[in-house]
């Protein structure tokens, strides 16, 4: 089956920068599209970022020229570089594998200080 682990959130600055990575196993990693999610307390899970099997993304506006989504098909890892993060992108970020079904990795929580 198909498992995801992101891993690379903290603690940082407003105004700094993250690099966030899911690694996946148990599946053909090359044909899924990928994506990343975030949920803030109280709040809806949203949409971040998508990246398709031929590279082509997407970005919720309110990331976008901030956030930059990646994959490594011979990694079996898809990124997302954060750069100029705000207290408003506090979260708890998931990745997302999409083919038939969805898969969802467990979260990596990104805590953003004033």
């Known amino acids: 089956q198909v498992q995801l682990v992101e891993s690379g959130g903290r603690l940082v600055q407003a105004g700094g920068s993250l690099r966030l990575s899911c690694a996946a196993s148990?599946?053909?990693?090359?044909?899924?599209?990928m994506g990343w999610y975030r949920q803030a307390p109280g709040k809806q899970r949203e949409l971040v970022a998508t990246i398709t099997a031929d590279g082509s993304t997407l970005y919720a506006a309110s990331v976008k020229d901030r956030f930059t989504i990646a994959r490594d098909n011979a990694k079996n890892t898809v990124y997302l570089q954060m750069n100029s993060l705000k207290p408003e992108d506090t979260a708890v970020y998931y990745c997302?594998?999409?083919?038939?079904?969805?898969?969802w990795g467990q979260g990596t929580q990104v805590t953003v200080s004033s």
């Open positions: 148990g599946t053909i990693f090359s044909i899924y599209t």
């Open positions: 997302k594998a999409m083919l038939v079904r969805d898969y």
